[in-house]
């Protein structure tokens, strides 16, 4: 196990909710739309301090996950609890921030006027850290938000989003239309806030390389469904990339199961292991980018959802009956 | 919510803030006032305009009837220059009957339709504001400005036509009932609710507008045809027979005939329309027989009294308001439970 990447496994020493507490927990979540499925039985938890990477194809359900847990929309079927309360509800509001994919403005408002928004309507609303993070991109306070470019408008968002001091940062594509620089300068801010402040950040991403540098945790979603969920340590562990001897026949690899055979980069057959494994020679621990493409490119894989992730984990219980003795 | 948690220390704007005159109320009501103040202004700037020409035309009115003997301030008794004044009242009159079209379309209209239209509707929904308190002010701060803007444009307007009231044929008081006293604000509170939930409904600014503009003249008509029906009709009638040289029943001042013209009476006090006998109106003697075989004594006719009028307003207001607070309370409910 590569420890050095994770920067936010618990036990680190920042201030953190208590172990175990879910950030969010979704059972049996779906959602049809009139064209089918967007998502379909869902099930898992996102322990609070967590960084998340939410990774999937196009028109996978990523943005429809993101949405159900912001009351954005409505579910079909399961349900969804941010810090146990429903979506929704005052206290879930409270604590989560959400920037959409669209980063939506309201264009004739000045920067200030903008922050100004999220003072008004914020009650843990931190004006320093919002207009740090619109200051460190040298936009003017004064100009209306329609006459930034793309990248300055995403920044403003950005403040909007971390001046809410919310406990659970939604991020969906957050850097889509930024350049590479303020694409790491965000990246860090982000890592930053997050650390400092135990915030659970929930990311969305098609730059896998990116997600590998910030995220702990993962959540990986094709067709509608989970493929994988768990912590990024974890999930590598149960994978390897076995070599392929030289005369290109494959491994014989039982007990383990195959997910994709490699072709590209680092040749191989990707496998979950299903028995214990010596890495070193024929076995080596996939990358993140390793594992997530090849979930990606094998749907039919079957999912693999780590304990931690799944509920009715023996957190929750603790939890559960941890809120009980107090209220009782 | 946001005023009472908010930290005192944090409330002093930081950055240049316009708007510190106005009044803090919280949140959404500067949001709605920060968002919608190009529209409040023109709406401001429009009444204000709408305040001075119209007094200063009622006091040329007033200058015009003060030169009159007292005893022609009666209807027909003004010289004719009169009716250019009667004309600006007209002018201006229909001006006003434009308000509740003005509000539907471009102040409900856009109202919610251009938050979901861009998605700052759910830029301020993913703030800590409940979407029922988002609403709510989103739908009171302009209501409460039109509701505003309409009564004052309305009162000036029911002052100039006070003094001028029945003083020619022209100025009966079912010409003013839609532009005076209560019935304007109504009106436009109802236009205004509607164009908001038709936004809510479309989604989009401009194709709201439009049917926006298509429900209000629909609303407009239906208004036009049932809103006599408010009042009690009246009748009076005479029972001095028809003949040639038989006296016409007489409406009280300022009432409006209704009906079909005059109805003959008969002696069993039932009432026969005009056409009754037309068959023989050439020939005097056999129509006088026809309408004595059916023992008509006399003419009746029906009529709005001008002292119904104040009733009816509130009547119909009050029915404009109600079906305004129902449309309302769609809006309110619906884009609460699913908006986005």
Same mark, same amino acid.
């Given at each position: 196990m590569d420890h050095a990447k994770s920067q936010h496994g618990s036990g680190t020493g920042f201030a953190r909710p208590p172990v175990g507490a879910a950030a969010i927990e979704a059972h049996g979540l779906g959602k049809r739309y009139r064209r089918g499925w967007a998502l379909r039985d869902v099930s898992f938890r996102l322990p609070a301090g967590r960084v998340c990477g939410l990774v999937g194809p196009n028109g996978a359900g990523k943005s429809t996950l993101m949405g159900l847990a912001t009351n954005m929309i409505r579910p079909t079927t399961g349900a969804l609890r941010v810090f146990g309360a429903a979506p929704g509800s005052a206290e879930a509001v409270l604590r989560t921030a959400f920037l959409t994919q *669209? $980063? /939506? =403005? !309201?264009?004739? !408002?000045?920067v200030a006027e903008t922050l100004r928004l999220g003072r008004e309507f914020n009650p843990r609303w931190d004006q320093g850290v919002a207009e740090g993070i619109v200051r460190a991109g040298q936009v003017p306070l004064e100009a209306r938000v329609g006459t930034l470019s793309g990248g300055q408008r995403t920044r403003v968002a950005f403040a909007l989003a971390f001046g809410k001091r919310p406990d659970l940062l939604i991020l969906d594509e /957050?850097? %889509?239309? =930024?350049d590479p620089l303020v694409r790491r300068e965000l990246m860090a801010t982000l890592t930053e806030e997050a650390a400092e402040h135990g915030t659970t950040v929930l990311v969305s991403s098609h730059m896998l390389a990116e997600l590998e540098h910030i995220c702990d945790y993962l959540l990986v979603i094709a067709n509608g469904g989970l493929r994988l969920a768990g912590e990024v340590d974890e999930l590598r562990a149960a994978h390897a990339l076995f070599a392929v001897s030289g005369d290109g026949s494959s491994p014989a690899l039982a007990p383990h199961r195959v997910i994709e055979p490699r072709n *590209? #980069?680092? /040749?191989g057959v990707l496998a979950r292991l299903g028995g214990p494994v010596a890495y070193g020679g024929q076995a080596e621990p996939p990358t993140l980018e390793e594992l997530l493409l090849a979930y990606l490119r094998s749907p039919d894989a079957p999912p693999l959802i780590a304990p931690g992730a799944q509920v009715g984990d023996i957190h929750d219980i603790i939890t559960r009956d941890r809120t009980k003795a107090v209220t009782a | 919510m946001t005023t009472l948690t908010r930290d005192p220390a944090r409330t002093a704007p930081a950055g240049p803030i316009r708007d510190n005159w106005i009044p803090r109320l919280g949140g959404p009501v500067w949001l709605v006032w920060r968002q919608h103040r190009a529209a409040f202004w023109t709406l401001v700037a429009v009444t204000l305009l709408g305040v001075l020409v119209m007094v200063h035309l009622r006091g040329q009115t007033m200058d015009f009837l003060a030169a009159q003997a007292p005893a022609s301030r009666r209807s027909g008794g003004l010289p004719p220059e009169f009716e250019t004044h009667v004309d600006r009242l007209f002018s201006i009159g229909s001006y006003l009957g434009y308000l509740p079209v003005l509000a539907g379309v471009f102040?409900? %209209? /856009? =109202?919610?339709a251009g938050d979901l239209e861009t998605g700052t509707a759910k830029l301020v929904t993913s703030q800590s504001v409940s979407r029922l308190r988002w609403l709510t002010m989103k739908l009171a701060v302009p209501a409460a400005m039109l509701a505003l803007s309409a009564g004052v444009l309305t009162a000036v307007f029911t002052w100039w036509w006070s003094p001028v009231k029945?003083?020619?044929? #022209? =100025?009966?008081w079912t010409s003013f009932f839609s532009v005076t006293g209560v019935v304007p604000v109504a009106y436009a509170l109802l236009t205004f609710t509607v164009g908001a939930a038709a936004g809510l409904l479309l989604r989009r600014t401009l194709v709201s507008m439009v049917v926006t503009l298509g429900i209000v003249v629909a609303i407009g008509f239906v208004w036009d045809e049932v809103w006599r029906s408010l009042g009690n009709v009246m009748s009076v009638s005479t029972d $001095? #027979?028809? #003949?040639?040289g038989a006296v016409r029943p007489e409406l009280p001042t300022q009432a409006e005939q209704s009906g079909d013209g005059a109805y003959f009476l008969t002696s069993s006090g039932d009432r026969l329309d005009w056409m009754t006998c037309l068959d023989q109106v050439e020939n005097d003697r056999a129509h006088a027989a026809c309408l004595e075989s059916k023992h008509v004594i006399g003419w009746s006719i029906d009529y709005l009294p001008v002292s119904q009028m104040q009733t009816m307003q509130w009547l119909g207001a009050g029915i404009m308001l109600a079906v305004a607070a129902a449309v309302a309370a769609f809006v309110i409910l619906r884009g609460r439970k699913r908006l986005l």
């Amino acid at each position: 196990m590569d420890h050095a990447k994770s920067q936010h496994g618990s036990g680190t020493g920042f201030a953190r909710p208590p172990v175990g507490a879910a950030a969010i927990e979704a059972h049996g979540l779906g959602k049809r739309y009139r064209r089918g499925w967007a998502l379909r039985d869902v099930s898992f938890r996102l322990p609070a301090g967590r960084v998340c990477g939410l990774v999937g194809p196009n028109g996978a359900g990523k943005s429809t996950l993101m949405g159900l847990a912001t009351n954005m929309i409505r579910p079909t079927t399961g349900a969804l609890r941010v810090f146990g309360a429903a979506p929704g509800s005052a206290e879930a509001v409270l604590r989560t921030a959400f920037l959409t994919q *669209e $980063k /939506p =403005l !309201f264009r004739r !408002f000045t920067v200030a006027e903008t922050l100004r928004l999220g003072r008004e309507f914020n009650p843990r609303w931190d004006q320093g850290v919002a207009e740090g993070i619109v200051r460190a991109g040298q936009v003017p306070l004064e100009a209306r938000v329609g006459t930034l470019s793309g990248g300055q408008r995403t920044r403003v968002a950005f403040a909007l989003a971390f001046g809410k001091r919310p406990d659970l940062l939604i991020l969906d594509e /957050p850097m %889509a239309d =930024l350049d590479p620089l303020v694409r790491r300068e965000l990246m860090a801010t982000l890592t930053e806030e997050a650390a400092e402040h135990g915030t659970t950040v929930l990311v969305s991403s098609h730059m896998l390389a990116e997600l590998e540098h910030i995220c702990d945790y993962l959540l990986v979603i094709a067709n509608g469904g989970l493929r994988l969920a768990g912590e990024v340590d974890e999930l590598r562990a149960a994978h390897a990339l076995f070599a392929v001897s030289g005369d290109g026949s494959s491994p014989a690899l039982a007990p383990h199961r195959v997910i994709e055979p490699r072709n *590209e #980069g680092r /040749p191989g057959v990707l496998a979950r292991l299903g028995g214990p494994v010596a890495y070193g020679g024929q076995a080596e621990p996939p990358t993140l980018e390793e594992l997530l493409l090849a979930y990606l490119r094998s749907p039919d894989a079957p999912p693999l959802i780590a304990p931690g992730a799944q509920v009715g984990d023996i957190h929750d219980i603790i939890t559960r009956d941890r809120t009980k003795a107090v209220t009782a | 919510m946001t005023t009472l948690t908010r930290d005192p220390a944090r409330t002093a704007p930081a950055g240049p803030i316009r708007d510190n005159w106005i009044p803090r109320l919280g949140g959404p009501v500067w949001l709605v006032w920060r968002q919608h103040r190009a529209a409040f202004w023109t709406l401001v700037a429009v009444t204000l305009l709408g305040v001075l020409v119209m007094v200063h035309l009622r006091g040329q009115t007033m200058d015009f009837l003060a030169a009159q003997a007292p005893a022609s301030r009666r209807s027909g008794g003004l010289p004719p220059e009169f009716e250019t004044h009667v004309d600006r009242l007209f002018s201006i009159g229909s001006y006003l009957g434009y308000l509740p079209v003005l509000a539907g379309v471009f102040l409900g %209209a /856009p =109202l919610i339709a251009g938050d979901l239209e861009t998605g700052t509707a759910k830029l301020v929904t993913s703030q800590s504001v409940s979407r029922l308190r988002w609403l709510t002010m989103k739908l009171a701060v302009p209501a409460a400005m039109l509701a505003l803007s309409a009564g004052v444009l309305t009162a000036v307007f029911t002052w100039w036509w006070s003094p001028v009231k029945g003083l020619s044929d #022209g =100025l009966i008081w079912t010409s003013f009932f839609s532009v005076t006293g209560v019935v304007p604000v109504a009106y436009a509170l109802l236009t205004f609710t509607v164009g908001a939930a038709a936004g809510l409904l479309l989604r989009r600014t401009l194709v709201s507008m439009v049917v926006t503009l298509g429900i209000v003249v629909a609303i407009g008509f239906v208004w036009d045809e049932v809103w006599r029906s408010l009042g009690n009709v009246m009748s009076v009638s005479t029972d $001095k #027979g028809v #003949g040639p040289g038989a006296v016409r029943p007489e409406l009280p001042t300022q009432a409006e005939q209704s009906g079909d013209g005059a109805y003959f009476l008969t002696s069993s006090g039932d009432r026969l329309d005009w056409m009754t006998c037309l068959d023989q109106v050439e020939n005097d003697r056999a129509h006088a027989a026809c309408l004595e075989s059916k023992h008509v004594i006399g003419w009746s006719i029906d009529y709005l009294p001008v002292s119904q009028m104040q009733t009816m307003q509130w009547l119909g207001a009050g029915i404009m308001l109600a079906v305004a607070a129902a449309v309302a309370a769609f809006v309110i409910l619906r884009g609460r439970k699913r908006l986005l």
